[in-house]
């Protein structure tokens, strides 16, 4: 049940402008053990817990995904649908603002 797939991938931001989803318990798992200790709140550890508790049963993947939701949501790293990435590239300026 590792590998479990959610019922819809989890969109995140994993850097600027680059889009990463997450669909399924392993990859979760995986996300939030490489998550960096200092920036670990309650929201973490409950995600951590929770998917440790779809992957041995006792939770549906379901609560799980939820839990991760909300830790996204958090740490300010979901990325929802209606948001789109924009690449940022630097633009040489001009007389006026404009682009030369």
Known sequence: MHNTLLFAPVAITTGLG???????????LDFLNDWAP?????????AVKAC???????????AAREAFVAFATGAGILCRAETQIISVKPVAHGFGGFAI
């Open 52 to 62: 440790e508790a779809a992957r041995s049963g006792q939770c549906s993947p379901k």
């Open 18 to 28: 680059e889009k990463t989803e997450i669909s399924s318990l392993s990859e979760m």
């Open 38 to 46: 200092a920036m670990r709140r309650l929201s973490y550890g409950a």
